[in-house]
């Protein structure tokens, strides 16, 4: 096993203390910060940090995750990246409001259809 399998490994188990998900948070490779952004261990203020990396791949897993706060999903919804926006629209805890305005109707649509299911 090497470095990257082991840090990849342990981003991913539930068992992983937050501490070090908070250093793998940091990591260089985007893999073990995409495996933090869907521990469901990871907290809400790790989230917020990952969030705004650089990689839109890691923010639209971010935006996927339960655990992430509706302040970060609101900063999500107003990502430069259709897919980041987009899946904001599938976190069950989105306020409907957040996407109301989006800038590309497809993204409303979708929010109005995710809600809508919400409630069903």
Do not use: C, G
């Amino acid at each position: 096993m090497n470095i990257l399998e082991f840090k990849s490994l342990l981003a991913q188990s539930e068992f992983t203390p937050k501490e070090i998900l908070e250093v793998l948070a940091k990591d260089v490779d985007h893999w073990v910060r995409e495996y933090v952004a869907k521990n469901p261990n990871t907290t809400k203020e790790i989230l917020k940090i990952l969030a705004n990396d650089e990689i839109y791949w890691v923010r639209t897993i971010v935006a996927k995750n339960p655990s992430t706060s509706k302040e970060t999903l609101e900063l999500l919804s107003k990502d430069e990246n259709q897919n980041v926006r987009a899946s904001v629209t599938k976190n069950p805890n989105i306020p409907k409001e957040i996407l109301a305005k989006d800038k590309d109707s497809w993204i409303r649509e979708l929010a109005e259809k995710n809600i809508q299911m919400k409630i069903k």
